[in-house]
């Protein structure tokens, strides 16, 4: 069928057509509206009524577009399936309209509560570095493989991807976005685990979302003529229990598979080519045969700080109480630091009598966060209300231990939903399940049986952890053999961790699967973290109430030991430094993990010992999904270091509070890169606050943050202040002329800059007049770049005075400004007065290839 655009004109033409669409309706419902309508519709039918404009009826398109059917039968077949996207659209929406994620633990609007998050590309999407809205996840922009149909939304655990997908859902529903989509299939990849028979993709569609209630075969055909117009959403990639296999092709939709064979190959794009598919997952868990297939990747970031304020204020209908959970976390950083992954801001919320109690013993780690929550749910069924202390776990520790051997054997076998006969063999009563722990699941099994998981997967770990600290049933070989979990994350290796230790059916018949699947490693990982924080010193003295105390004690030691060895492991792989270079690390992807588990002990010494072993000038971590949780855990740890470092923190998501939850280790900094990392002027505020007493803080990099003229008054103040500074790189920004006039103040100021760079920003000629009035004379700066700054020749002028006097800058670099062959000719007047000057740099400007080429003969040292 082929469907082709016009646009509507005039209003009348607008009723004409209102009115055929419902002569068409009448007719396709069988008579409904009487024989004369019947009749009426079919004429039109046969005659002149061959097109579609957007109605409230149904089709959601974008208004005043009109189709044009060049088959009246397709046109036919097209009305028959807006009739079943009307039953879809009542579906998706009761599926979507209450907060389903942590769940559902309340009939909350969606509407209500629901507070964006921040969503940025991949850093494969080059020269794009804006926030993404909503729409743009599925929109154009960023767009790497135009060939490929699937967008991947990847987050950390408790970022929000399940809530971010139920709003794209509701908001399609609504007809509110998305229209360009006629049908919309939502699938949870943890509900298609539940699926063991062998189906085809029609039965896939049909069977897991909504059943039509008519003309399926032609729905289903109109599907596969018109995929541009479909959308499916894959929920959880990372809870599969399949691993992603790029070989296994199912070409023909007819042809049964295993449901994961038909998901693989519709991400392929094998299966329904030009459908679009939003599949989310944590990072970890895709791999780049994966990511071969992929449209775009967006990267989904968690809570903003205006957006943990907005968070809080939706979820508290008194104003007041919501004033005071932001006052309290405005005072514990580390907390705030916390919020930003939606999970643990619902918990700090939902908790909020807690918090505002526990004054000075205020959550530092997750752990204590999680053991609040805990507390919360326990303490509101306990039988004695004025239980303190540890007192309300011992009361309940038989439905801790029960509900942590369902988790522990949930996450070796990557399974996060359980049957009745699962619970019934941990012992977990209906009591237990009332506790709140445990919910139904809405991914509704085959049998229909009822079916339950734990609120979040985090929520599961805890437990799992819980249970490993608190259970005399676990090996002793338990903790150690978690920890040897980074073996698995970075070399590929298979896993059978705690499966070899904890008592399950598996073991008792001898048999260990042989495979880790994408979700175990990230689930055992999070788990051991929860280890480390429950055998913290702060915490260990309450288990000892529930279990042995020389078990207890045996448990820190393995951690300990087993923490020490991780970070040796890590010194060991550094390469020798290349003679005349500075020794660097560039640090794997566990590394973040145990410097997040040291500090979730919150043990200073096994800090300074792990640091005490490192022995390098430049610690790189690049890319490795840093944001203010892992910032504070970074200072924690990095703070005792004992010799100055430098510190690459490029691409993550540090922002404004992770700025802020550095501060305690830039004291042994000698420089700081923070490219692309969301900071505005308050993180600027804070940074330059700080490192201005800082004696070994020479170098700063901040590319493509979101600074603009304010900033450039702090950076104004270090310059004036630090006269052993060297590096400031400021590309990529939103710096204007008055914030170029502001740093020139501090230029002045400063005897020890060598590198300038403000690539990419706004400061124009009067910009460029104002920095080359202040490095007029400086003997110290090596090199200055201003690409990219709408710099003509007044601004070459002025900078040719620079040029012509510097005794020591080396390099300028203004290509992609405009300047003309009157403004160069200043350039080349200066050079002739500066030997030692290597090359200015002038591509892309404003002359013509003959010009070019006539400059190049009379000056050299201009780079074109």
Request: charged share 20%; glycine share 8%.
């Amino acid at each position: 069928m082929t469907l082709h655009k016009r646009r509507a004109h005039t209003s009348v033409e607008h009723e004409h057509w209102n009115m055929s669409w419902w002569l068409l309706m009448m007719y396709l419902l069988g008579n409904r509206g009487g024989a004369k309508a019947s009749r009426r519709g079919s004429l039109a039918l046969r005659n002149t009524l061959c097109i579609y404009t957007y109605s409230p009826t149904g089709l959601f398109l974008k208004p005043k577009t009109v189709y044009l059917f060049t088959n009246l039968r397709k046109l036919k077949t097209f009305l028959k399936c807006i009739l079943y996207q009307k039953k879809l659209s009542s579906s998706v929406s009761a599926q979507s309209c209450f907060l389903s994620t942590y769940g559902g633990t309340s009939h909350v609007s969606l509407d209500d509560v629901f507070t964006e998050v921040q969503l940025e590309l991949h850093h494969s999407s080059s020269g794009v570095h804006q926030p993404l809205d909503l729409e743009d996840v599925v929109g154009s922009v960023g767009t790497v493989n135009k060939d490929a149909d699937t967008v991947l939304v990847s987050g950390e655990a408790g970022s929000g991807k399940s809530t971010l997908l139920q709003r794209l859902h509701l908001l399609w529903a609504q007809r509110a976005a998305l229209r360009d989509f006629v049908l919309l299939f939502p699938f949870s990849c943890r509900g298609l685990n539940l699926e063991h028979r062998e189906l085809c993709v029609q039965e896939l569609l049909f069977q897991h979302c909504c059943w039509p209630d008519r003309e399926q075969e032609e729905i289903f055909q109109f599907i596969l003529d018109h995929p541009h117009l479909i959308l499916f959403t894959f929920d959880g990639l990372d809870e599969l229990k399949e691993g992603f296999v790029d070989e296994l092709r199912v070409c023909c939709p007819t042809q049964r598979a295993p449901v994961h064979v038909l998901l693989f190959n519709l991400i392929q794009g094998t299966q329904l080519k030009g459908v679009m598919k939003v599949v989310t997952s944590r990072p970890g868990a895709v791999g780049p045969g994966l990511k071969k297939h992929l449209r775009k990747e967006v990267l989904l970031k968690g809570f903003s700080p205006s957006g943990i304020d907005c968070f809080v204020r939706k979820h508290h209908s008194d104003s007041a109480v919501a004033a005071k959970v932001l006052e309290s976390l405005q005072a514990n950083t580390a907390l705030l630091g916390l919020c930003h992954s939606p999970v643990l801001c619902w918990i700090v919320s939902q908790c909020h009598k807690e918090l505002l109690s526990c004054g000075e013993g205020s959550p530092q780690t997750v752990t204590d966060v999680y053991l609040m929550i805990l507390q919360h749910f326990f303490q509101h069924h306990s039988t004695s209300k004025g239980t303190t202390g540890a007192g309300w776990l011992q009361e309940h520790l038989r439905t801790v231990l029960h509900l942590g051997q369902l988790a522990s054997e949930g996450i070796t076998s990557s399974c996060c939903v359980f049957s009745g006969a699962d619970l019934e063999t941990c012992g977990i009563t209906e009591k237990d399940v009332c506790m709140g722990f445990l919910v139904q699941s809405k991914d509704v099994s085959p049998g229909n049986s009822k079916r339950y998981e734990f609120l979040h997967v985090t929520m599961q770990c805890f437990f799992a952890a819980l249970y490993i600290v608190l259970s005399g049933d676990t090996d002793c070989s338990t903790v150690p053999k978690l920890f040897e979990l980074q073996d698995v994350t970075e070399t590929g290796l298979s896993s059978t961790c705690l499966r070899a230790c904890l008592p399950s059916a598996d073991q008792q018949g001898g048999h260990l699967e042989e495979h880790t699947t994408a979700a175990e490693a990230p689930n055992l990982q999070i788990t051991a973290t929860f280890v480390s924080g429950l055998l913290s010193q702060r915490h260990k003295r309450s288990w000892q109430r529930c279990c042995s105390k020389a078990a207890v004690e045996r448990k820190v030691r393995q951690v300990t030991r087993c923490l020490s060895k991780g970070m040796q492991k890590h010194f060991r792989s550094i390469p020798r430094p290349v003679p005349g270079e500075k020794k660097s690390m560039h640090a794997m992807p566990g590394f973040v993990w145990l410097i997040k588990c040291i500090y979730e002990m919150q043990e200073s010494r096994i800090a300074k010992d792990a640091m005490s072993k490192l022995e390098v000038d430049h610690l790189k971590l690049t890319y490795c999904n840093i944001g203010p949780m892992e910032c504070t855990a970074l200072a924690y740890v990095l703070q005792h270091i004992k010799s100055p470092v430098g510190l690459q923190l490029d691409n993550n998501s540090v922002g404004d509070v992770g700025v802020e939850q550095l501060l305690p280790c830039v004291h042994v900094c000698n420089s700081l890169y923070l490219r692309n990392n969301n900071i505005t002027d308050e993180g600027i505020r804070r940074l330059t606050a700080k490192v201005v007493h800082c004696d070994n803080f020479q170098k700063i990099a901040l590319f493509n943050n979101r600074l603009t003229d304010a900033s450039t008054l702090h950076i104004s103040h270090l310059l004036k202040a630090k006269q052993s500074f060297l590096s400031l790189r400021l590309g990529n920004n939103n710096i204007t002329a008055e914030g170029a006039k502001r740093l020139a103040e501090g230029l002045r100021r400063n005897h020890s800059l060598k590198f300038l760079g403000l690539w990419g920003n706004k400061i124009g000629d009067a910009g460029a007049e104002a920095i080359a009035g202040a490095l007029e004379n400086s003997k110290s700066l090596v090199w200055l770049s201003l690409v990219g700054n709408g710099v003509g020749n007044a601004g070459a002028r002025a900078l040719s005075g620079i040029v012509r006097n510097s005794l020591s800058l080396e390099e300028l670099w203004l290509t992609q400004n405009c300047i003309t062959r009157a403004g160069v000719e200043y350039l080349i007047q200066a050079l002739k007065h500066n030997t030692h000057m290597k090359s200015v740099w002038l591509k892309n400007n404003d002359l013509s290839s003959e010009e070019v080429e006539e400059v190049k003969l009379i000056e050299p040292r201009l780079i074109f």
